[in-house]
C-alpha cells in the first residue's frame, strides 16, 4: 500500500480557492440559466455565489494574515535579536525641563552628545543633583572643540555641515561646562562627571540604565532632529553600543579638559571646580596662538579658498 502524498498548507489553501472559485460560477451558471423563470434553482444559484464568494473572501483574508503573521514572526524575532524597542523621527522629550521628571530609581546614566545643548538647555545646574538618586553615576562624553589640532577640528565641520555660524558649536560646549562644571559629587550621594572626547562623532547616545536611545549623525541634519532609536539590554545593538561608550569614555581617562585659561578661572570663580582641579588644567593643554577667534576665523578662510579653488561648495553651508 502506498502511503499518502503530504499536502502543504500552500496546497491546500490553493484548493480551497479554487473550490470556492467553482461554487461560484457554478452559482453564476444557475441563477443566470434560470434567471427569466425563478423557482428553486435561481434561488440556489444565487445562495451559491453569495456563500462561494464569502467562503472565498474567508480564504484570501487566511492567505493573507498568514503571510502578515510569518512576516511579522521575522520581525519581532529580529528586533528582539537587535534589541529594539522603539523608533522616533526625531529626539523623544526626555523630560528634563519638566518640574516632576526624577532620575532617582536611575543607577547609571551615560550621554554622548556633540555640545549637550540641545538636552540640557531647559534645565539648571542644580537639576542633576535634584533629580538623581544616592547611587546614579552620571557620565556625559562632549566632543573635544579643539580636536584635531589646527583649524579643521570636528566641532568646526559640524557647523559647517548642519549650516551653523563657524565656532557655534564650540562655544555651546564650553557654555555647558561652564554651567555644569567638570566633576562633582552630588549631596545625595551621586557623581557626575564631564569627559571631552578626541573622537569623530558618528552617533548621538542617551542611555538610562538597561535602554539606550540613539541616532546617528546626518549630513546638513541637527542631531536632535535625526531618527532615533531606543533599545534595551539583552539586545546585540545594546552590548555594541555600550561598549562603543566605553572605550571612547576611557580614552579621555585622567586627560585634562582643553579650555582656555579664562574659562579654568570662571568655573573656580562659581565654584564648578575646586582648587586642585584648577591647578592641574592650567596650562596642560595648549591654547592655539592666536587664541580660539583665531581658529575659527583662519578656518572660515580655509573653507572659502576651497570653494573659490573648486567653484563649488563643501559639504554643508558656511555661514559669516
Not at 526624577?102 to 551615560?110: E, Y
Not at 557620565?139 to 583649524?151: A, R
Not at 568646526?156 to 557654555?175: M, P
Not at 579638559?257 to 564648578?272: A, N, Q, T, Y
Request: net charge negative; aromatic share 10%.
Amino acid at each position: 500500500m502506498k502511503s499518502p502524498i503530504p499536502i502543504s498548507r500552500a496546497q491546500l489553501n490553493i484548493l480551497a480557492v479554487l473550490l470556492n472559485i467553482i461554487i461560484v460560477l457554478i452559482g453564476l451558471t444557475l441563477y443566470g440559466f434560470y434567471n427569466k423563470t425563478g423557482g428553486l434553482p435561481k434561488e440556489i444559484g444565487s445562495g451559491m455565489v453569495a456563500s462561494g464568494l464569502a467562503a472565498l473572501i474567508l480564504v484570501l483574508y487566511q492567505i493573507a494574515s498568514n503571510a502578515v503573521e510569518n512576516r511579522d514572526e521575522a520581525l519581532l524575532e529580529t528586533a528582539k535579536q537587535v534589541g529594539l524597542d522603539g523608533y522616533y523621527p526625531s529626539r523623544p522629550d526626555f523630560g528634563f525641563g519638566q518640574a516632576d521628571f526624577s532620575l532617582s530609581g536611575a543607577k547609571k546614566i551615560q550621554i554622548l552628545e556633540l555640545t549637550g545643548h540641545t538636552i540640557f538647555a531647559k534645565i539648571s545646574a542644580g537639576d542633576w543633583d535634584r533629580k538623581t538618586g544616592s547611587d546614579t553615576r552620571v557620565q556625559v562624553l562632549l566632543q573635544d572643540p579643539l580636536h584635531p589640532p589646527g583649524t579643521w577640528t570636528f566641532t568646526n565641520h559640524r557647523d559647517f555641515e548642519e549650516g551653523n555660524t563657524i565656532g557655534a558649536d564650540l562655544g555651546k560646549v564650553y557654555d555647558f561646562i561652564l554651567k555644569f562644571g567638570i566633576d562633582q559629587q552630588f549631596r545625595g550621594g551621586g557623581s557626575y562627571e564631564l569627559r571631552l572626547s578626541r573622537a569623530m562623532p558618528t552617533i548621538c547616545y542617551f542611555r538610562i540604565d538597561d535602554c539606550i536611545y540613539w541616532a546617528p549623525y546626518l549630513a546638513q541634519t541637527y542631531g536632535d532632529r535625526s531618527p532615533h532609536m531606543k533599545v534595551d539590554r539583552g539586545g546585540e545593538l545594546f552590548e555594541v553600543l555600550e561598549r562603543h561608550f566605553d572605550r571612547l569614555w576611557e580614552a579621555e581617562v585622567n586627560r585634562a579638559i582643553p579650555l582656555p585659561d579664562g574659562v579654568w578661572d570662571e568655573l573656580l570663580s562659581r565654584k564648578l571646580i575646586d582648587q586642585q582641579t584648577h591647578d592641574q588644567g592650567l596650562g596642560k593643554v595648549p591654547i592655539p596662538a592666536g587664541g580660539l577667534g583665531n581658529v575659527v576665523e583662519q578656518w572660515k578662510s580655509e573653507v572659502k579658498d576651497y570653494e573659490n579653488r573648486y567653484g563649488r561648495p563643501m559639504q554643508g553651508y558656511a555661514n559669516g
